[in-house]
């Protein structure tokens, strides 16, 4: 009956498709449904068009609690679809006839999928030179500054390799922002472990991806300068010290990474940990991220007493890290900890600790470098 009110098809179209999430099943259940003969093309066509309304759900629901950016994308793909619909619905005897035509001598079935084809190409030809309007408009709906990450180095250009010195220079600007990179994937992955909240944590693994293209890019400018030959034998040596900092960096990120997944662990597994366990990993956390702060400072501005300051922090993080080590095992022992809790605890301690010796590393380049 339903061939008779295409609005109502519609609707029903758009509601069992949220239901079941899927409008590939529905699609799919419709083609039988009409293969039958249950209900003619004519009547399957609206139904088709509330499937594609439906789908929008699935973006909807992994759009809850995200990102600005993922809500933005969840209303582009609600509205590209509820204004293709709108203007099917108002076309519809003459997509019906199209597709008639079109599938003239196959099955309904076929012909349902023509439909299907002929709404997403249609559709996207529609929109394609609406994009900035688009843009514009769900930017207006949905309010709020995007954090943005540039997926790219930005310092470093090849026409500048033919005088090595300044090449050398560019590259130690782009060593420096990875290192920036770094600390912030730090920061938000301490973030992450105490509010758990999704984006910080996709935010975190977002960095350390760019992190581990700046160390390939940086890696292959910094052959190429030594390949030209162009820099003073003094310019060299520094110029090698840099290339080893690069990996010093990289493994920051890379503990920051082991942070995020762990603090996922313990979300999946439902970890809790204790009050004093919390307070320690703050305090060590927060120590770590003095380390690499002081490390980068040094490092900018060829400052020895910032460098100075990263070896003592990083001596106390090693304190710190057998001080607290002792004492979880304590709280294992009274059975105040679950053993899932003390494994993240401890992989955490080793992982700031390391955090620590890559700071050092770069302390103790600036420390000789002065000395020389």
């Not at 039958?36 to 973006?59: H, Q, R, V, W, Y």
């Not at 790219?152 to 130690?172: M, N, S």
């Amino acid at each position: 009956q339903l061939q008779d009110q295409p609005l109502l098809a519609l609707i029903v179209g758009t509601v069992f498709t949220m239901i079941v999430q899927s409008s590939s099943a529905t699609i799919g259940i419709l083609q039988t449904i009409a293969d039958e003969g249950m209900i003619s093309l004519k009547g399957s066509l609206p139904i088709l068009f509330g499937d594609n309304i439906g789908t929008t759900i699935t973006a909807v629901l992994a759009s809850i609690g995200a990102t600005v950016a993922a809500k933005r994308t969840a209303l582009v793909h609600v509205i590209f679809n509820v204004i293709g619909a709108i203007i099917f619905m108002i076309l519809l005897v003459p997509v019906h006839s199209l597709v008639l035509w079109l599938g003239e001598g196959v099955n309904i079935r076929m012909q349902i999928a023509y439909a299907h084809g002929i709404f997403n190409t249609t559709n996207a030809l529609i929109f394609l030179p609406l994009i900035p309007a688009l843009a514009w408009l769900v930017t207006k709906i949905i309010p709020g500054k995007m954090q943005e990450i540039e997926f790219k180095a930005i310092y470093l250009d090849e026409r500048l390799l033919a005088t090595p010195a300044v090449a050398f220079g560019q590259a130690q600007h782009e060593i420096l922002r990875m290192g920036q990179y770094a600390r912030e994937t730090l920061n938000d992955a301490s973030t992450f472990f105490f509010s758990r909240e999704s984006r910080v944590g996709e935010l975190a693994l977002q960095k350390e991806e760019l992190i581990n293209e700046l160390n390939r890019k940086i890696t292959d400018y910094m052959v190429k300068i030594q390949q030209q030959n162009g820099l003073p034998e003094g310019e060299s040596e520094k110029a090698s010290g840099w290339f080893q900092l690069v990996n010093d960096i990289e493994r920051i990120g890379d503990h920051a990474e082991n942070i995020v997944e762990l603090s996922e662990f313990s979300i999946n597994k439902k970890v809790e940990f204790s009050e004093e366990a919390g307070r320690e990993l703050k305090e060590m956390l927060t120590l770590a991220d003095k380390a690499v702060e002081r490390a980068l400072a040094a490092l900018e501005h060829n400052d020895v007493t910032a460098a100075q300051e990263v070896l003592d922090y990083e001596r106390e993080l090693d304190e710190m890290e057998v001080k607290f080590r002792k004492s979880h095992i304590q709280r294992l022992n009274q059975n105040l900890c679950t053993g899932n809790s003390g494994a993240v605890y401890l992989d955490i301690l080793s992982n700031l600790e390391r955090v620590g010796d890559h700071s050092k590393n770069i302390a103790q380049f600036v420390m000789h470098e002065e000395q020389t």
